[in-house]
């Protein structure tokens, strides 16, 4: 059975201030990890994902995120944040790719302060 | 290109009465998934399907849920005999279909609220 666990349901930044926010999974075999942002009241918007290869992946508005298999871990990072940043983020984990379920934490509220 | 479409937006819907959930895949997708957002939570997979076919419902409940994906037309998740506990955001995510790398794209949800 696969999980995925985010550390910190909600983190303060300041503007311009580096953003880290955690995943560890679990999986039973090699995992797809994805994550997704989420503004008020709207759908889920793709940030990044790992499939396989380069264990850095580079998403969109500067975000990136590194697979650490020995640490189970896909920490997301933008190295300086924007107001824009402020919003819900989720990551989450498929062991079957992309065209099954997916397994998603329980989110992460990015406050971002002036 | 136009996104995943879901309809309505927001349901409103009296105990005991049943809720119509619609979902248009985006233009060359043939998978479709659904979640449920219940409020300070994730999302949790529900059901995936296939045009005509159910790949996966592990995550339906076993009572009152059911979910279809005809040969035309949207993918329906249809609520019956709804309690207050079925208020939540109700997702759809499509996908091509072709690889495993392949992403879901999701749409923007129906909140539905059982009064």
């Known amino acids: 059975a696969q999980s995925v666990t985010q550390l910190g349901s909600h983190v303060s930044v300041s503007e311009g201030a580096l953003v880290l926010l955690r995943c560890n999974y679990s999986?039973?075999?090699?995992?797809?990890l994805f994550w997704y942002v989420q503004y008020p009241n709207q759908g889920l918007q793709l940030l990044l994902k790992y499939t396989t290869g380069a264990t850095l992946v580079k998403g969109i508005n500067g975000f990136e995120a590194e697979f650490k298999k020995s640490e189970t871990s896909f920490h997301l990072t933008k190295p300086s944040a924007h107001m824009s940043d402020a919003a819900e983020y989720f990551c989450?984990?498929?062991?079957?790719?992309?065209?099954?379920?997916?397994?998603f934490g329980s989110g992460t509220r990015l406050q971002v302060q002036p | 290109n136009a996104g995943v479409m879901q309809n309505p937006r927001h349901l409103v819907r009296r105990r005991g009465q049943e809720a119509r959930l619609r979902c248009s895949p985006m233009k060359g997708h043939s998978h479709v998934y659904w979640y449920r957002q219940l409020p300070e939570e994730g999302l949790k997979f529900m059901v995936y399907l296939q045009k005509e076919n159910i790949i996966d419902e592990s995550g339906m409940p076993k009572e009152r849920f059911s979910a279809e994906f005809p040969k035309e037309g949207p993918s329906i998740l249809r609520i019956q005999q709804v309690v207050r506990g079925d208020s939540a955001a109700y997702f759809c995510a499509s996908s091509p279909g072709v690889s495993d790398t392949d992403t879901q794209y999701f749409g923007p949800g129906t909140r539905l609220t059982v009064l």
């Open positions: 999986s039973s075999v090699p995992p797809y």
């Open positions: 989450a984990v498929s062991d079957q790719g992309g065209r099954r379920a997916l397994t």
